[in-house]
C-alpha cells in the first residue's frame, strides 16, 4: 500500500504551478491542491421526487434539505461542515454573497436576493461530526421538465474532455432502473470508463418500502430488486453496489420525537382489532387526528406499521429505542456502512484521481509543450505505479466481467481488492475483532496462494497480473500489522 498517494499528486501539482505560467491554468491547479485536504465530495442525483434532499437529511441526521419545489431546489447546493451555521450564495463570476436565512419545519431556507438561474451554487455550513468526512451536495433532479434544472445537475456533474468533474464521488438514486439512469451514469465517470475504474458510485433504490406496498416485509422485497439490479452486468459496470433505503423513514426516524413515539404508542396500546383497523391504509391512521397525520408525513405508513408493531411486542420502550430500531430497518445503516467501505477507505484515491484530472484539463491542448509533456508522463506513472489506482482499475474489470477465473478466485480477488471496504478484516474475510496475529495467519496464507496462481505455468497473462496485484496487497496488510 502506498500511503504517501495524496503527497505525490500535491507535489506534481505544486510542480506544475511552478512550471505553467497562466494565471488561469495557476488557480485551477491550486484549487485542485487544495481539494486534497478537504473531506470527499458526494453528489447525491437522480430523477426528480427521486428523494434526494430527503435521503441527504437522513444522512446528516438533521432536518437541512428542503424537500418541497422552491427555489432552493433548482440549485446545487453544498453541505459542508463548518463552525456555526452559515450560507453562501456563488456567483458565475467567481463572487460570493452571505445570505440571510432561517428554519421552516427544520429545513434551512434560504433568501436567495436574486433569481435562481443567476447563481452558480450554494454552501450551507453546518456543525456537523457526520460532514466531516465527506460534504454531501444535493443536486437539482434529472428529467425535470424544466430543462434549465437538469442541465445543471448535468453540467455540475458530468466529466468531459474540457475538464474534471468537481464531485469524487456519486450516491445515485434509482426507483426503477431506466436507459436514462445509464446514460447519466456513464457521462459521470466520463474517461473513467476508458481508463477502467468506476468505483466512484453507489447505487441507491430509494423510497424502497413503497416497492412492497409499505407492508412490514417491504425492505425484504426491495432487498431482492436491488440485488437483481445489483446483477444487472450494464448497471454493474457503473454502479456495482446497490443499496435499497426508505428514505423518508431513515429522515424521521434520525429526528424522532417524543411526542411522535407517544402517538405511536396510544396506537400499539389500543385493542388490537382496532390497532389493525387504523393501520389497513394511511387514510384510516390520519382520519380525525392531526397527531397521526404529522407522524404519517414524517414517517410514511411502512414505518408507522414497524414502529407500532416494535412498541407492540416490546422491542422497544422509548423514543431513542424507536429511532434506532427503525433507522436500522429504513436501509440507511447500511447505507452508511458502504459509503464507509467504498468511499471514506477510497477517499485518498478517489481525490487523488479528481485532482489529476484537474491536471489533465490543465495539460489538454499543449502538443509540442516540453513542460507539459514531462508533466503528463509523471500524471502516468502516479497512476500506474500507485497501488491504489491498481486495485480500483482491477476491480472495475472484476466487477464488469472482464478479468477470467473461476468464480471463487474473482470473489476472493474483490474482496482482497477491497470490493467490501478497505480495513483489513474486511479484505481477509475476517470479523471486524479478528486479533493481529489472526489477521497476519490469514495474510500469510493469501499471500502464498496467490503467488502460486502468479508463477503457475498455465496462469494466462492477464489473470497472472491480476494475481501479482493481489499479492502485493496482502503484502501491504502484513506492513500494517503489528509485529
Known amino acids: 500500500m502506498n500511503p504517501g498517494l495524496t503527497d505525490q499528486v500535491a507535489l506534481l501539482l505544486n510542480r506544475a504551478q511552478r512550471t505553467l505560467a497562466e494565471p488561469a491554468a495557476r488557480a485551477l491547479l491550486a484549487q485542485a491542491a487544495q481539494r486534497l485536504a478537504e473531506p470527499l465530495r458526494v453528489a447525491i442525483a437522480g430523477k426528480v421526487k427521486a428523494g434526494k434532499s430527503t435521503l441527504l437529511n437522513a444522512m446528516v441526521g438533521e432536518e437541512l434539505a428542503p424537500t418541497d419545489a422552491g427555489e432552493c431546489t433548482r440549485i446545487v447546493t453544498w453541505y459542508q461542515n463548518g463552525p456555526r451555521y452559515r ?33 452558480d451554487h450554494l454552501t450551507v455550513e453546518v456543525p456537523s461530526r457526520r460532514l466531516r468526512q465527506h460534504t454531501l451536495i444535493d443536486t437539482p433532479g434529472l428529467a425535470s421538465l424544466s430543462a434549465d434544472v437538469s442541465l445543471r445537475t448535468m453540467t455540475f456533474l458530468e466529466a468531459d474532455s474540457e475538464r474534471a468533474a468537481e464531485t469524487d464521488a456519486v450516491v445515485y438514486l434509482l426507483r426503477h432502473m431506466h436507459s436514462s439512469d445509464l446514460r447519466f451514469l456513464e457521462a459521470f465517470h466520463g474517461d473513467d470508463l476508458v481508463h477502467g475504474s468506476p468505483v466512484n458510485a453507489i447505487g441507491v433504490l430509494s423510497r424502497a418500502d413503497e416497492i412492497g406496498a409499505c407492508r412490514l416485509d417491504a425492505m425484504e422485497a426491495a432487498d431482492r430488486v436491488a440485488s437483481r439490479y445489483q446483477g444487472d452486468e450494464r448497471l454493474r459496470r457503473l454502479c456495482p453496489v446497490v443499496v435499497p433505503v ?100 477510497r477517499s485518498q484515491v478517489l481525490k487523488a484521481r479528481s485532482a489529476l484530472a484537474a491536471l489533465d484539463t490543465v495539460l489538454r491542448g499543449r ?30 474489470l472484476l466487477r464488469s466481467g472482464r478479468m477470467p477465473g473461476r468464480d ?48 503457475h505455468p498455465l496462469t494466462g497473462r492477464e489473470l497472472g497480473t491480476a494475481a501479482r496485484a493481489v499479492a502485493r496487497t496482502c503484502e501491504g496488510i502484513l506492513t500494517t500489522l503489528p509485529t
Open 246 to 345: 426508505a428514505g423518508l423513514l431513515a429522515s424521521g426516524a434520525a429526528t424522532l420525537r417524543e411526542g411522535e413515539y407517544a402517538t405511536l404508542a396510544r396506537v400499539a396500546a389500543a385493542p388490537e382489532r382496532d390497532a389493525v383497523d387504523l393501520l389497513l391504509t394511511a387514510d384510516r391512521f390520519t382520519s380525525s387526528s392531526v397527531e397521526r397525520r404529522r407522524v404519517l408525513d414524517r414517517l410514511g405508513l411502512f414505518g408507522v406499521r414497524t414502529g407500532v408493531r416494535l412498541i407492540r411486542d416490546g422491542t422497544v420502550r422509548s423514543a431513542a429505542d424507536l429511532s434506532r430500531e427503525l433507522t436500522a430497518r429504513s436501509g440507511l445503516d447500511r447505507l452508511r456502512d458502504t459509503l464507509a467501505a467504498q468511499f471514506v477507505g
Open 87 to 119: 450560507a453562501t450564495a456563488h456567483l458565475p463570476d467567481g463572487q460570493a454573497e452571505q445570505r440571510p436565512f432561517d428554519r421552516a419545519d427544520g429545513a434551512v431556507r434560504i433568501v436567495l436576493g436574486r433569481p435562481a438561474d443567476e447563481i
Open 408 to 455: 471463487d478466485q474473482q470473489a476472493e480477488m474483490a474482496r482482497l481488492l477491497g470490493g467490501d471496504g478497505t480495513s483489513p478484516s474486511e479484505r481477509l474475510g475476517l470479523p471486524a475483532d479478528a486479533q493481529p496475529w489472526q489477521l497476519a495467519a490469514e495474510a500469510e496464507r493469501a499471500l502464498r496462494r496467490w503467488q502460486q496462481v502468479a508463477e
Open 367 to 396: 502538443a509540442g509543450d516540453r513542460a507539459a509533456y514531462e508533466l503528463a508522463v509523471a500524471a502516468e506513472q502516479i497512476r500506474a505505479s500507485a497501488h491504489e489506482f491498481v486495485e480500483v482499475r482491477l476491480l472495475h
